[in-house]
């Protein structure tokens, strides 16, 4: 309680300048691979998908970005542990951060895509397990994070497959491809505005309704979600009717007009994505963020804190700085390298990672943004056939996977004993 009272106002900095460095890095690896899908498959250039990924991650960040944090922040360790020394949380999170920042600063500079998610739970279970006690860490919660590293893959692979599937089926594989893009392809941007709108209403702005007393039934999100749905579909129809059949393009590849329909549809779809991530990944460096906060302003570790709207702002803005600054360097891992992506084929894999990434962000569980990017992606190469996967990248992916949590929990022991030595004489 000294201690905090005594170097408090240092905790606050030190925690908002990390969580800020975190979130860079979050924007720097993560949000890159995000993207990359629009960019692999040439729908948007570099410089329109980070304008995309600004707008859209911050929105996400900062209207849906609060209920996976409350798992970060508190889901994975025991507050109880921390009751007698509430100064042990504080170093604790300051080196989660830290390291985790750190961890994908290197990942970033060599072009590596690493999970964000693994990097910050396995930094806070290091810190908790070894410079505390392994009864720190709420394995349990531990243990459904890592079976979320399995299904959210799997499920993102899944939705992607059946979605490519459905498109080769309803437009690819008919007599009449751009004619039938034009017909189905808006009912895809009514999925799309919709589950934006959906997830928005529910969890994102459950809080800001709450407070101005306005309670809405599931089915009234829905109907207010499907007019949102509404007004996409017709911002897509009005742009699709700018896109004529040009004979000459279809000479060399049958699909050429309709891959340019397709393209607008990507548009939408990266703007989902954006949302997506936004909402899921920002409490990567926001969550122990708060909890810094919450413990420095109560002078004790408490089991519910609140989330002041200026971490999530801190969050939102470290992502955009870390795309537009040095983004680029990962981009083109998962839009180029696993299998080849036209719009056609980027637009499922797109729709199914966020859609993926939404739900798990309604239900507050911080799946890997990554992993479930590489899953959809996956899901739309094998819908082509096992020969249109690049099986040695995955490889080096997966291994990249597999050195990031050990990584992220060496590095924060040593920044927690660092912390410790500093403050705790």
């Not at 509430?86 to 690493?114: D, F, H, K, R």
């Not at 994070?145 to 594989?173: C, D, E």
């Not at 393009?249 to 007009?257: P, V």
Request: proline share 3%.
């Amino acid at each position: 309680m000294d201690i905090i009272s005594q170097y408090g106002h240092i905790f606050l900095i030190l925690a908002a300048v990390f969580g800020f460095f975190m979130a860079w890095g979050v924007g720097a690896n993560d949000v890159a691979n995000a993207m990359g899908t629009s960019v692999g498959s040439r729908a948007l250039t570099i410089k329109q998908a980070i304008i995309i990924a600004m707008i859209f991650e911050f929105a996400g960040a900062y209207l849906a970005g609060g209920e996976v944090t409350a798992t970060i922040r508190k889901g994975i360790i025991s507050s109880d542990i921390f009751a007698d020394k509430p100064e042990l949380l504080v170093y604790g999170m300051l080196s989660a951060l830290l390291a985790a920042g750190t961890w994908l600063m290197i990942a970033s500079i060599l072009g590596w895509p690493v999970s964000t998610t693994h990097s910050i739970v396995g930094a806070i279970v290091g810190f908790s397990a070894v410079g505390i006690s392994p009864d720190a860490v709420a394995w349990g919660k531990v243990g459904s994070i890592v079976a979320s590293w399995v299904v959210s893959p799997v499920l993102a692979g899944t939705i992607s497959f059946m979605l490519f599937r459905s498109v080769q089926r309803l437009i690819l594989n008919t007599e009449d491809p751009f004619g039938n893009a034009k017909r189905y392809i808006p009912f895809y941007m009514f999925a799309v505005g919709w589950m934006i709108a959906m997830v928005t209403l529910t969890k994102g702005l459950k809080h800001v309704l709450k407070d101005a007393n306005i309670s809405l039934s599931f089915w009234q999100d829905a109907l207010i979600a499907g007019v949102a749905g509404l007004v996409v579909m017709g911002i897509g129809v009005m742009m699709l009717k700018r896109i004529k059949r040009d004979p000459e393009r279809e000479r060399d590849n049958r699909f050429a007009n309709v891959e340019r329909v397709f393209a607008i549809l990507m548009i939408f779809t990266a703007c989902a994505m954006a949302f997506a991530h936004g909402s899921n990944d920002v409490a990567n460096a926001v969550g122990p963020l708060a909890a810094v906060v919450n413990t420095v302003q109560m002078g004790a570790v408490t089991a519910k804190a609140t989330m002041p709207s200026w971490i999530l702002l801190l969050g939102g803005a470290g992502i955009v700085v870390g795309l537009a600054t040095y983004g680029f360097k990962v981009m083109a891992t998962i839009g180029r390298k696993i299998t080849e992506l036209t719009p056609s084929r980027g637009f499922a894999a797109e729709l199914g990672a966020a859609a993926t990434v939404v739900l798990a962000s309604g239900t507050g569980l911080p799946i890997s943004t990554t992993h479930t990017l590489v899953g959809a992606v996956l899901g739309v190469g094998l819908a082509r056939g096992i020969g249109a996967l690049n099986l040695r990248m995955i490889t080096t992916i997966a291994a990249s996977w597999v050195v990031t949590l050990p990584a992220g929990a060496g590095i924060a022991i040593i920044f927690f004993f660092f912390f410790k030595g500093v403050f705790g004489w």
